[in-house]
């Protein structure tokens, strides 16, 4: 037989919860407070992403279903991360919304994080694991709010009390907690935003006239490609040709969180989140939000060289 753990291997488990409550709450309460989420004109919208998604995901039919439903789906979205971040942080329901962390976590991992190679270099596979010693062992008693609504329930009713009563008034009194601090969070992210000004993209520095670098021959690089080449101060870059007589060069950087993007198509994709960018840097698909950082680049003498 098992023998039952003793609370100093269950306090193992505290740093756990408090890191995957705490992000799916902040997760849940950015998308409802960001501007783009429920626009279907945006390409960093829910609609946008789940459309992208559908194209390589294994359960593409479902999120296409989904995408034709973008509002009711991103705030069902939404909404259910919030009720995990606080349930599982004051211990209501533990194991409930453990599970429903694993899944939304699945659900990430089989249409975000589908195509990301190697797989590890996804989060969403490392978030579902993540979850599975809170969906074993709850909140293992420790700082539990159903714990304690449950016996301050139990000694205000008389002894010949309905146990179903019971429940239901830790059903309505979580209910009340959970919308309680899911305000106060978005109170506290809208705050933030408020008194917090977006810093300005980064340029790459000038190289100078005595630094230049040649890329490629014009007549290497034909229209609607693509050719990789490092700047003169080491970075990796990518430079395209649009048309003729078009030339655009960019950090091969994804601007969400610096990851190396890829060739893809017409454009460029971030294999780390999702991220797409088409031909001109532009953002086609999120989470990242702002163009990939150019490259100034001019035509010399039928060379293609940094600016």
């Given at each position: ?9 269950l306090w ?154 019971v429940e ?135 060379q293609v060289?940094?600016?």
């Open positions: 037989m098992f023998s039952k753990p003793c609370r100093g291997e193992a488990l505290l740093p756990l919860r408090v890191f995957l409550g705490g992000t799916f709450l902040y997760a849940g309460l950015s998308k409802l407070f960001d501007t783009h989420y429920l626009d279907p004109a945006s390409p960093l919208g829910v609609q946008a992403q789940m459309l992208h998604a559908a194209t390589t995901s294994p359960i593409g039919p479902l999120v296409s279903f989904a995408a034709g439903h973008p509002t009711a789906v991103g705030l069902a979205i939404a909404f259910a991360e919030v009720a995990v971040g606080v349930g599982t942080l004051l211990g209501l329901f533990a194991r409930v919304a453990a599970l429903g962390g694993f899944l939304l976590a699945l659900s990430f991992f089989l249409t975000v994080s589908w195509t990301t190679r190697p797989y590890y270099f996804g989060a969403d596979i490392v978030f579902a694991a993540a979850w599975t010693p809170l969906l074993v062992a709850g909140d293992a008693g420790l700082f539990s709010t159903t714990d304690r609504l449950r016996a301050a329930i139990r000694r205000r009713r008389p002894p010949d009390h309905v146990p179903d009563g239901r008034r830790i059903l309505l009194w979580g209910g009340l907690v959970t919308a309680t601090a899911a305000a106060f969070g978005g109170g506290v992210i809208i705050l933030s935003r408020l008194t917090t000004t977006d810093p300005k993209p980064s340029r790459p520095a000038d190289p100078g006239p005595n630094s230049r670098t040649v890329i490629a021959a014009v007549s290497a690089v034909a229209v609607g490609s693509s050719t990789s080449f490092t700047t003169p101060n080491g970075s990796a870059a990518y430079l395209v040709r649009p048309s003729a007589d078009t030339f655009l060069a960019f950090l091969a950087t994804c601007t969400h969180q610096g990851c190396p993007v890829t060739p893809a198509g017409a454009g460029f994709r971030c294999p780390c989140h999702g991220s797409s960018f088409d031909g001109t840097g532009q953002v086609t698909g999120g989470p990242a939000t702002r163009a990939l950082t150019s490259v100034p680049v001019q035509v010399v003498d039928g060289t940094t600016a």
